[in-house]
Nanobody, 123 residues
Framework: QVQLVESGGGLVQAGGSLRLSCAAS??????MGWFRQAPGKEREFVAT????????YYADSVKGRFTISRDNTKNTVYLQMNSLKPEDTAVYYC??????????????????WGQGTQVTVSS
């Protein structure tokens, strides 16, 4: 099993920054990452990181603004979000996969999902 607990969401002005954290416990996983979902929209891939290698992948919409990282000793993944835009407003979900890594993993290959944390970016 893998348990995921997100934190760090909140309200921020456009152009500001937030850092999300996700503390993981349980068995070793192949990758961790972040999805997000805005009201009325499908869940959208944001970023992922291979747990063993640290190789990262990003959605085009956040590339250059967001950075995913991990701290192996703390079993924690972070999402540093800079230059936030109102369209970044969404519930952000931390995810973990036991058997998939890279940029080609569908959402179904992430077996574990956190409860979600709200990020709201105002104009």
């Amino acid at each position: 099993q893998v348990q995921l607990v997100e934190s760090g969401g909140g309200l921020v002005q456009a152009g500001g920054s937030l850092r999300l954290s996700c503390a993981a416990s349980g068995r070793t996983r192949s990758s961790m990452g972040w999805f997000r979902q805005a009201p009325g929209k499908e869940r959208e891939f944001v970023a992922t990181i291979s747990w063993s290698t640290g190789v990262t992948y990003y959605a085009d919409s956040v590339k250059g603004r967001f950075t995913i990282s991990r701290d192996n000793t703390k079993n924690t993944v972070y999402l540093q979000m800079n230059s936030l835009k109102p369209e970044d407003t969404a519930v952000y979900y931390c995810v973990a996969s036991l058997d998939c890594y890279g940029d080609g993993c569908p959402s179904t290959r992430y077996q574990y999902w956190g409860q979600g944390t709200q990020v709201t970016v105002s104009s």
